[in-house]
C-alpha cells in the first residue's frame, strides 16, 4: 500500500514506488539415439614447462602441442558414491593455511610469505593486490599466447595434505561475459614426478579440483550465458574427467564462497554466497573410484576456457586450506568469512525461495557472530519489499548470538515478498546481509474462483482444440502408471507447429518430451534439479519443490516445460469469467532473462496467427533450476498490467530474451491469473487509523479513481493483490481522482 496525501486548498501529486544437436562446446562424444549425452575425457593439452618463476616459455612456435578452440571439462562424466571403505591413510603433512591478503602492498609481499606465483610465461600474467568491500584481496589476470596457450595464473603453497579442505572468496569477476574458470587445486602434484614441486607449471599440474565456470557455453555473443560447478580429476596437461557437474549462475556484484574437500576419496563442492551464508546454495559430492590423487598440495588457479584467446581476470580473497575444516560447526551453513562478522544462522522460512508460505507463521531468525564480538540487536535490519519495517521487530539483548522476529500481522495472504535482514556488530563495522524471497499464496487460493490457473504444459492441440474447465489433472505418476489422456486432460494430445506452438525444433526429444511424448515442444515432470554427481546420476532427477493437492492426489509430480528457447511460443485458449485480472508466472530460471505474455487477434486454428503483447514476465536468476518463484506480469513502464480477459481467449506465452544467450534458462510451471478489485482507504493523518472510502469509485479500464473529498487533507492508500501505486491525485472542486 501506498500513503498520499492530500491538502484541499492546492493541488497535489505523488508517487510511490534445443535440440539436443545444438553445439553446446563442453560435449565430447557422440549423440545416442535418445538425446543423452555419451561422454569421454576432454583433454586440453598444454605443453610441460620446466622451470616457473624464472622459466620464459618457448615462442609460441616451438612449442608442441594441440589447443581445441573451445577447450571445456567433460560436462557430464557421473560416477556413483563408490567404495565407502576406500579411506586413504595418513595425517595431515602440515598446518593449516588463512590468508584475507590485507597485509600485503604488493605481490613480493605475498611471495615473501611463502605464496608461489605459477604461469607459463611471466609476460603473460599481472597479478596484484587489490581493495575489496571487507579489506585487500589477491587479482588473477592472464593473457594467452595467440594460437598457442590459454591463459593461465596461480597461486599456491607447498604444504601438503592428504585429506584436505579448501575455501576462497570469489571478490569479483565480470560475470559471464567471460568464459573464465576459478579453480581450487587440491592433491596437486608435479605430473611427471608425482610430487609437490616449489616450480610448478600450472601445465604439468595434476591433482583433483573444483572449478567454477563462470559461462559454461561460451563467451560469443550467441553463447548461452549460464555457469557450472565442477569436480574434476585432473592429469597434466589439463587432462581432465568430471565426476560431479552442478547448473549454477552466480550473479555478479557480491562476494561467493566457494568450498572444496577430499576425504579420502570422496570429494565434496559446496558455493555459498555471501547473502545467505546459512545454506549452500549447491552440494556437489563424488568419489574418485581410481585413486589416483592421494597427497599434495593446495591452490587457486584462474583459467582461460575460451581457447588460445580468452582472458583471466579473478579477484580472490579469505583464502584457507588446511587438513580438516574450521572448528566451528553450525550445520549446514558456515561462518563469515570475515572473522567476527555476525551472520543469519537460521530463520523461518527456512527456504531462501519459499512458496505457499502461511501468513499467520511469524517471521524469525537467529544471528551468532561465532566469536566474543557482541551483536547490536538496536541495529538489526529488516526490510520487505522494500520498506525498513524494523521497528516491528522484537530482538533479544546484545550478546554473541541474537534471535528476533516478526508479527504474524505484518504478512497478508496472496502476496509476493522479498526480505532482507542485516545484522551488525556493536562497532558499526562488521555486518552482513540476508535475503530471501516467499510468497503467502495458498493451495486452496489457486483452487478458489477468483484463481485461473494455465499450466505450461498445457497447451492447445489439434489445431487449436482446448478443454473446459474444470481440466482433469494428468501424465504419468510416479510409478509410471498413467492418470487422464485420451482427451481427459491434456497428456500426450498432440499439437501442431504454427498453430498450437512454435518450437526450433521439428522432432520430440525422449529426454524432455514427458508430458506431450510427440511433440517437439520440452517437458519434464518434476522439473529439472541440475546435478549430476554420486548422489543424482543423471540430469533428468527431478527437482519439484511443492505439489499442489490434486497432483498429490493423483500421484503425479508436477510437469513444466524446460530447455525452452527465445522465439518459442505456446498457445492456450480458455474462458475467462466476467472481471479484470492481474497475471503471475511461476518459474525457475539460473540466468534472467523475459517471457511475454501475448492475446491471440487471428484465428487460432489457422497459421500466420496476429497478436498483441499484453505484457512481460521478468525473470530473475534463481541461481539453480530448483529455485522458483512467482513473477507479475508488467507493462513497459514496469507497473503491474490489469487486464479485461471475459470470455474466451487465446492466451500466448512467448519466450523472449536474446537468442543464443538465454537459451534453456528458464522453465515454466504455470500462469496464474487472479481476479483483481482495487479498494481504497483514507485517514486524517499519515499513522492514523485507514478506513475504507465506501463511495469511491474506481474505473479499472482508465486506471483511475474518483471519491469525495474529507476534510482539510487526507491521505490514501490502495489496497490490491498486486503494489498498485499511487501515480498522482488531483482535486476539483470537491471531488478527488487519483491515477494508479
Given at each position: 500500500?501506498d500513503?498520499?496525501?492530500?491538502?484541499?486548498?492546492?493541488?497535489?501529486?505523488?508517487?510511490?514506488?534445443?535440440?539436443?544437436?545444438?553445439?553446446?562446446?563442453?560435449?565430447?562424444?557422440?549423440?545416442?539415439?535418445?538425446?543423452e549425452?555419451?561422454?569421454?575425457?576432454?583433454?586440453?593439452?598444454?605443453?610441460?614447462?620446466?622451470?616457473?618463476?624464472?622459466?620464459?616459455?618457448?615462442?609460441?612456435?616451438?612449442?608442441a602441442?594441440?589447443?581445441?578452440t573451445?577447450?571445456?571439462?567433460?560436462?557430464?562424466?557421473?560416477t556413483?558414491?563408490?567404495?565407502?571403505?576406500l579411506?586413504l591413510g595418513?595425517?595431515?603433512l602440515?598446518?593449516?593455511?588463512?590468508?584475507?591478503f590485507?597485509?600485503?602492498?604488493?605481490?613480493?609481499d605475498m611471495k615473501?610469505?611463502?605464496?608461489?606465483?605459477?604461469?607459463?610465461?611471466?609476460?603473460l600474467?599481472?597479478?596484484?593486490i587489490v581493495?575489496?568491500?571487507?579489506?585487500?584481496?589477491?587479482?588473477?589476470?592472464?593473457?594467452?599466447?595467440?594460437?598457442?596457450?590459454?591463459a593461465?595464473?596461480?597461486?599456491?603453497?607447498?604444504?601438503?595434505?592428504?585429506?584436505?579442505y579448501?575455501?576462497?572468496?570469489?571478490?569479483?569477476?565480470?560475470?559471464?561475459?567471460?568464459?573464465?574458470?576459478l579453480?581450487?587445486?587440491g592433491?596437486?602434484?608435479?605430473?611427471?614426478t608425482?610430487t609437490?614441486v616449489?616450480?610448478?607449471?600450472?601445465?604439468?599440474?595434476?591433482?583433483v579440483?573444483?572449478n567454477?565456470?563462470?559461462?559454461q557455453?561460451?563467451?560469443?555473443?550467441?553463447?548461452?550465458?549460464?555457469?557450472?560447478?565442477q569436480i574434476?580429476?585432473?592429469?597434466?596437461?589439463?587432462?581432465?574427467?568430471?565426476?560431479?557437474?552442478?547448473d549454477?549462475?552466480?550473479?555478479?556484484?557480491?562476494?561467493?564462497?566457494?568450498?572444496?574437500q577430499?576425504?579420502?576419496?570422496h570429494?565434496?563442492?559446496?558455493?555459498?554466497?555471501?547473502?545467505?551464508?546459512?545454506?549452500?546454495?549447491?552440494?556437489l559430492e563424488?568419489d574418485?573410484?581410481?585413486g589416483t590423487?592421494?597427497?599434495?598440495?593446495?591452490?587457486?588457479l584462474g583459467?582461460s576456457?575460451?581457447?588460445?584467446?580468452?582472458?583471466?581476470d579473478?579477484?580472490?580473497?579469505?583464502?584457507?586450506?588446511g587438513a580438516?575444516?574450521?572448528?566451528?560447526?553450525?550445520?549446514?551453513?558456515?561462518?563469515?568469512?570475515?572473522?567476527?562478522?555476525?551472520?543469519?544462522?537460521?530463520?523461518?522460512p527456512?527456504?531462501?525461495?519459499?512458496?505457499?508460505?502461511?501468513?499467520?507463521t511469524?517471521?524469525?531468525?537467529?544471528?551468532?557472530?561465532?566469536?566474543?564480538?557482541?551483536?547490536?540487536?538496536?541495529?538489526?535490519?529488516?526490510?520487505?519489499?522494500?520498506?525498513?519495517?524494523?521497528?516491528?521487530?522484537t530482538v533479544?539483548?546484545?550478546?554473541?548470538?541474537?534471535?528476533?522476529?516478526?508479527?504474524?500481522?505484518?504478512?497478508q495472504?496472496?502476496?509476493?515478498?522479498?526480505?532482507?535482514?542485516?545484522?551488525?556488530d556493536?562497532?558499526g563495522?562488521?555486518?552482513?546481509?540476508?535475503?530471501f524471497?516467499?510468497?503467502?499464496f495458498?493451495?486452496?487460493?489457486?483452487?478458489s474462483?477468483?484463481?485461473k490457473t494455465?499450466?505450461?504444459?498445457?497447451?492447445?492441440?489439434?489445431y487449436?482444440?482446448?478443454?473446459l474447465?474444470?481440466?482433469?489433472?494428468?501424465g504419468?505418476?510416479?510409478?509410471l502408471n498413467?492418470v487422464?489422456?485420451?482427451?481427459v486432460?491434456?497428456?500426450?494430445?498432440?499439437?501442431h507447429?504454427?498453430?498450437d506452438?512454435s518450437?526450433?525444433?521439428?522432432?520430440?526429444?525422449?529426454?524432455?518430451?514427458?508430458f506431450?511424448?510427440?511433440d517437439p515442444v520440452?517437458?519434464?515432470?518434476?522439473?529439472?534439479?541440475?546435478?549430476?554427481?554420486?548422489?543424482?546420476?543423471?540430469?533428468?532427477?527431478?527437482?519439484?519443490?511443492n505439489v499442489?493437492?490434486?497432483?498429490?492426489?493423483?500421484?503425479?509430480l508436477?510437469?513444466?516445460i524446460?530447455?525452452?528457447?527465445?522465439?518459442?511460443?505456446?498457445?492456450?485458449?480458455?474462458?475467462?469469467?466476467?472481471?479484470?485480472?492481474?497475471?503471475?508466472?511461476?518459474?525457475?530460471?539460473?540466468?534472467?532473462?523475459t517471457?511475454?505474455?501475448?492475446?491471440?487477434?487471428?484465428?487460432?486454428t489457422?497459421?500466420d496467427?496476429?497478436?498483441?503483447k499484453?505484457?512481460?514476465?521478468?525473470?530473475a536468476?534463481?541461481?539453480?533450476h530448483?529455485?522458483?518463484?512467482?513473477t507479475?506480469?508488467?507493462?513497459?513502464?514496469?507497473?503491474?498490467?490489469?487486464?479485461?480477459?471475459?470470455?474466451?481467449?487465446?492466451?500466448?506465452?512467448?519466450?523472449?530474451?536474446?537468442?543464443?544467450q538465454?537459451?534453456?534458462?528458464?522453465?515454466?510451471?504455470?500462469?496464474?491469473?487472479?481476479?483483481?478489485?482495487?479498494?481504497?482507504?483514507?485517514?486524517?493523518?499519515?499513522?492514523?487509523?485507514?478506513?475504507?472510502?465506501?463511495?469511491?469509485?474506481?474505473?479499472?479500464?482508465?486506471?483511475?479513481?474518483?471519491?469525495?473529498?474529507?476534510?482539510?487533507?487526507?491521505?490514501?492508500?490502495?489496497?490490491?493483490?498486486?503494489?498498485?501505486?499511487i501515480?498522482?491525485?488531483?482535486l476539483?472542486?470537491?471531488t478527488?481522482?487519483?491515477?494508479?
Amino acid at each position: 500500500m501506498d500513503d498520499i496525501c492530500v491538502r484541499l486548498k492546492e493541488s497535489h501529486s505523488g508517487k510511490n514506488r534445443s535440440v539436443d544437436s545444438q553445439n553446446e562446446g563442453p560435449y565430447v562424444g557422440s549423440h545416442s539415439q535418445s538425446g543423452e549425452k555419451k561422454l569421454n575425457k576432454n583433454k586440453l593439452t598444454i605443453p610441460k614447462v620446466v622451470g616457473n618463476m624464472n622459466t620464459p616459455m618457448k615462442h609460441p612456435s616451438s612449442v608442441a602441442g594441440t589447443y581445441p578452440t573451445t577447450p571445456r571439462s567433460a560436462r557430464r562424466v557421473c560416477t556413483a558414491i563408490a567404495v565407502a571403505g576406500l579411506i586413504l591413510g595418513g595425517q595431515s603433512l602440515a598446518n593449516a593455511q588463512t590468508d584475507n591478503f590485507d597485509s600485503y602492498g604488493n605481490i613480493n609481499d605475498m611471495k615473501a610469505a611463502g605464496w608461489i606465483l605459477s604461469y607459463l610465461n611471466p609476460a603473460l600474467v599481472n597479478p596484484s593486490i587489490v581493495g575489496t568491500g571487507t579489506g585487500k584481496g589477491a587479482r588473477l589476470q592472464a593473457n594467452p599466447f595467440p594460437d598457442a596457450a590459454p591463459a593461465a595464473i596461480m597461486w599456491y603453497k607447498t604444504n601438503e595434505y592428504a585429506d584436505f579442505y579448501m575455501a576462497v572468496d570469489i571478490a569479483s569477476w565480470p560475470g559471464t561475459g567471460k568464459d573464465q574458470a576459478l579453480v581450487l587445486f587440491g592433491r596437486m602434484t608435479e605430473a611427471s614426478t608425482g610430487t609437490v614441486v616449489s616450480d610448478q607449471s600450472p601445465a604439468s599440474a595434476q591433482g583433483v579440483i573444483c572449478n567454477y565456470d563462470a559461462s559454461q557455453y561460451g563467451e560469443a555473443a550467441t553463447d548461452r550465458k549460464q555457469g557450472q560447478l565442477q569436480i574434476n580429476m585432473l592429469g597434466g596437461g589439463f587432462d581432465a574427467s568430471t565426476i560431479a557437474a552442478a547448473d549454477i549462475t552466480l550473479v555478479p556484484g557480491r562476494p561467493y564462497r566457494i568450498i572444496f574437500q577430499g576425504k579420502g576419496l570422496h570429494y565434496t563442492a559446496q558455493a555459498y554466497d555471501w547473502n545467505d551464508l546459512s545454506t549452500p546454495l549447491v552440494t556437489l559430492e563424488a568419489d574418485d573410484t581410481v585413486g589416483t590423487a592421494t597427497t599434495g598440495a593446495c591452490g587457486v588457479l584462474g583459467f582461460s576456457r575460451d581457447g588460445t584467446t580468452g582472458t583471466v581476470d579473478i579477484t580472490i580473497d579469505n583464502y584457507y586450506a588446511g587438513a580438516a575444516a574450521p572448528s566451528v560447526a553450525i550445520g549446514s551453513g558456515i561462518v563469515h568469512p570475515v572473522p567476527g562478522t555476525p551472520v543469519v544462522t537460521s530463520r523461518v522460512p527456512s527456504s531462501r525461495w519459499k512458496n505457499f508460505f502461511n501468513p499467520a507463521t511469524p517471521i524469525s531468525f537467529t544471528a551468532n557472530s561465532y566469536s566474543a564480538n557482541v551483536i547490536d540487536a538496536a541495529a538489526t535490519k529488516f526490510t520487505l519489499n522494500g520498506v525498513d519495517i524494523s521497528s516491528k521487530l522484537t530482538v533479544s539483548a546484545n550478546g554473541t548470538n541474537i534471535s528476533a522476529s516478526l508479527p504474524a500481522s505484518v504478512l497478508q495472504a496472496n502476496n509476493l515478498y522479498s526480505a532482507e535482514i542485516i545484522v551488525s556488530d556493536v562497532g558499526g563495522l562488521k555486518k552482513s546481509t540476508n535475503t530471501f524471497w516467499f510468497d503467502t499464496f495458498s493451495d486452496a487460493f489457486l483452487l478458489s474462483s477468483k484463481v485461473k490457473t494455465i499450466e505450461a504444459e498445457e497447451y492447445n492441440y489439434d489445431y487449436g482444440t482446448y478443454q473446459l474447465d474444470p481440466i482433469h489433472v494428468s501424465g504419468l505418476d510416479t510409478n509410471l502408471n498413467q492418470v487422464g489422456g485420451g482427451q481427459v486432460g491434456y497428456y500426450d494430445m498432440v499439437g501442431h507447429a504454427g498453430i498450437d506452438y512454435s518450437n526450433r525444433n521439428v522432432n520430440p526429444d525422449f529426454s524432455f518430451s514427458k508430458f506431450r511424448t510427440a511433440d517437439p515442444v520440452r517437458s519434464l515432470s518434476g522439473g529439472l534439479i541440475g546435478i549430476e554427481d554420486g548422489n543424482h546420476p543423471t540430469e533428468f532427477d527431478p527437482g519439484s519443490d511443492n505439489v499442489r493437492s490434486r497432483y498429490a492426489a493423483a500421484g503425479l509430480l508436477e510437469y513444466v516445460i524446460c530447455r525452452s528457447e527465445p522465439n518459442e511460443w505456446l498457445n492456450y485458449t480458455r474462458i475467462f469469467a466476467p472481471g479484470t485480472y492481474t497475471a503471475f508466472l511461476r518459474y525457475s530460471s539460473f540466468g534472467t532473462t523475459t517471457n511475454e505474455l501475448h492475446r491471440v487477434t487471428s484465428d487460432p486454428t489457422q497459421p500466420d496467427q496476429t497478436s498483441v503483447k499484453l505484457g512481460t514476465f521478468s525473470l530473475a536468476n534463481n541461481f539453480r533450476h530448483p529455485n522458483y518463484l512467482y513473477t507479475p506480469l508488467l507493462d513497459d513502464s514496469g507497473e503491474p498490467v490489469l487486464l479485461n480477459l471475459s470470455g474466451t481467449n487465446t492466451i500466448r506465452l512467448a519466450i523472449a530474451g536474446t537468442p543464443g544467450q538465454d537459451v534453456r534458462k528458464a522453465m515454466q510451471n504455470y500462469i496464474m491469473f487472479v481476479q483483481t478489485s482495487v479498494a481504497v482507504l483514507s485517514s486524517a493523518t499519515v499513522d492514523g487509523t485507514y478506513s475504507a472510502e465506501a463511495g469511491a469509485n474506481v474505473n479499472m479500464a482508465a486506471r483511475t479513481i474518483t471519491l469525495t473529498s474529507s476534510g482539510s487533507s487526507r491521505y490514501y492508500r490502495l489496497g490490491s493483490s498486486v503494489p498498485l501505486k499511487i501515480k498522482s491525485v488531483s482535486l476539483s472542486g470537491s471531488t478527488v481522482t487519483l491515477t494508479f
